[in-house]
């Protein structure tokens, strides 16, 4: 069984600063490991991916997530936040290779002040 | 360059009427799947089909029917449409060889059951 937490539903932050987006799993084998972003109106969008390669993985526009296998976390970070990236950010872990082996968080909602 | 595509974006239906989602991908992916996301529920799989000629249930598949028509076409069935059933609903697809593959999304169809 595997499981993933996204810790906070919501988070604002001032443009400029930095942005963490908090997510925790739990797997029974090794997993893969994706950021998915989502604007207003729009579909899931990958912005990164873990799979047992480099534990620090850079992903598109500054965005970069750090697998921690010892704290089963794998949160995502930006340096300096841009009002562009205000959308909902998905956490989702995978277990072999079957199809129906992807589970999803339930979102962080990435709010971006002036 | 249209990736997933899904019809129609928006729908407005009458509790117990039927309609027929459509989603075409054109990436030669071999999986499809249909997500519903509802809010602070994250997404949920509905159905999925590994490969042309196969389907299978998801996490939340009653009250919808599915059918891979092609290598390139999922279409999800609602018989017998319920208030329950507003949401928005997505369609991905991916080449799942392995456990390291990315699911790409349509760009979502809201459907509102009255």
């Known amino acids: 069984a595997q499981s993933v937490t996204q810790l906070d539903s919501h988070v604002s932050v001032s443009e400029g600063t930095p942005v963490l987006l908090r997510c925790n799993y739990s797997?029974?084998?090794?997993?893969?490991l994706f950021w998915y972003v989502q604007h207003p109106n729009k579909g899931l969008q990958l912005l990164l991916k873990y799979t047992s390669a480099a534990t620090l993985v850079k992903g598109i526009n500054g965005f970069e997530a750090e697998f921690k296998k010892s704290e089963t976390s794998f949160h995502l970070t930006k340096p300096s936040a841009h009002m562009s990236d205000a959308a909902e950010y998905f956490c989702?872990?995978?277990?072999?290779?079957?199809?129906?082996?992807?589970?999803f968080g339930k979102g962080t909602h990435l709010i971006i002040q002036p | 360059n249209a990736g997933v595509t899904q019809t129609p974006k928006f729908q407005v239906l009458k509790t117990g009427q039927s309609m027929t989602l459509q989603c075409a991908q054109d990436?030669?992916?071999?999986?499809m799947y249909w997500y519903r996301q509802d809010p602070g529920m994250g997404l949920r799989l509905i159905y999925y089909?590994?490969?042309?000629?196969?389907?299978d249930k998801g996490e939340v598949p009653n009250g919808y029917n599915v059918s891979r028509l092609n290598k390139r076409e999922f279409s999800l069935r609602l018989e017998s449409a319920a208030p329950s059933q507003t949401s928005v609903y997505f369609c991905?697809?991916?080449?799942?060889?392995?456990?390291?593959?990315?699911?790409?999304f349509g760009e979502g169809s809201r459907l509102t059951v009255l």
């Open positions: 991905a697809s991916g080449s799942l060889a392995g456990y390291a593959g990315e699911l790409f």
């Open positions: 989702v872990v995978r277990t072999g290779g079957g199809a129906d082996g992807l589970t």
């Open positions: 990436m030669n992916h071999n999986s």
């Open positions: 797997s029974s084998y090794s997993p893969s």
């Open positions: 089909s590994a490969s042309e000629g196969t389907t």
